[in-house]
């Protein structure tokens, strides 16, 4: 059956995995009753990590869980791991190096900056965005390490869905660009085209910044196009 509210989900989920009330789950899984009786009922919404924490202990989706992406019930068919990444220097052990040092963004530096997985239903990354899963990875975004964060379109915490697989002139919409140390959003659109043929693109901020870029394609480095945000709880 499905459930309109996170909430909902969990007390299902919680059910499912059987306990008879609220109060025992909680002290079976390490939690302050009082917090998860408030998540349940839907007074104080849980965050990602406590959704991890929950779809561990009653055996669920955290896909499901928090977004109810499976109108089958807690327990969707198939699902596909999505690199997380981030960029801060030194959270992904695997590089010394920071992002701007990278010449060639490829599947190999994502794996570099990937912290963990978040799993993704095939239904939602079929019928939704229309993206294969070893196209897409997902970055958190965090605005307290960019130069702006007034006026962002996006939240403390929200998932950008990026798709690193992008095929001919950009049409305005929003890119993930390596814009040193971080990457920024950019919307790109094709400003006029040189004698040669390359394309020269005007991109601008989207994140509450007043950068606006006018160079070639070939100058900016784009690490793939933002193809969804999932907003946090």
Not at 19 to 24: G, H, L, P, R, V
Not at 57 to 80: C, I, K, Q
Not at 88 to 115: K, Q
């Amino acid at each position: 059956m499905k459930q309109a509210k996170p909430a909902d989900r969990l007390r299902e989920a919680r059910k499912s995995a059987g306990f008879a009330s609220a109060a025992e789950a909680a002290r079976r899984i390490g939690v302050s009753p009082i917090t998860y009786t408030a998540h349940e009922n839907g007074t104080r919404e849980y965050d990602r990590e406590a959704c991890l924490n929950y779809a561990r202990r009653f055996h669920v989706s955290p896909a499901w869980l928090m977004f109810g992406a499976d109108a089958s019930g807690p327990a969707p068919t198939e699902e596909n791991n999505i690199p997380l990444v981030d960029f801060t220097p030194g959270v992904a052990d695997r590089t010394p190096r920071m992002l701007n040092e990278y010449a060639v963004l490829d599947s190999n530096m994502i794996a570099d900056f990937t912290v963990d997985t978040l799993r993704l239903p095939s239904a939602f990354l079929d019928r939704q965005i229309y993206s294969k899963p070893t196209s897409l990875f997902a970055m958190e975004w965090k605005p307290s390490s960019r130069e702006s964060s007034r006026g962002s379109e996006f939240r403390a915490g929200e998932i950008l869905l990026v798709r690193s697989q992008n095929h001919g002139p950009p049409r305005g919409e929003r890119y993930l660009v390596a814009d040193g140390i971080f990457p920024d959003v950019f919307a790109i659109e094709l400003h006029s085209r040189t004698d040669e043929g390359a394309f020269v693109v005007r991109a601008f901020s989207s994140t509450g910044g007043d950068k606006e870029i006018i160079k070639p394609l070939s100058e900016i480095k784009i690490l793939g196009q933002v193809v969804a945000t999932i907003k946090p709880l």
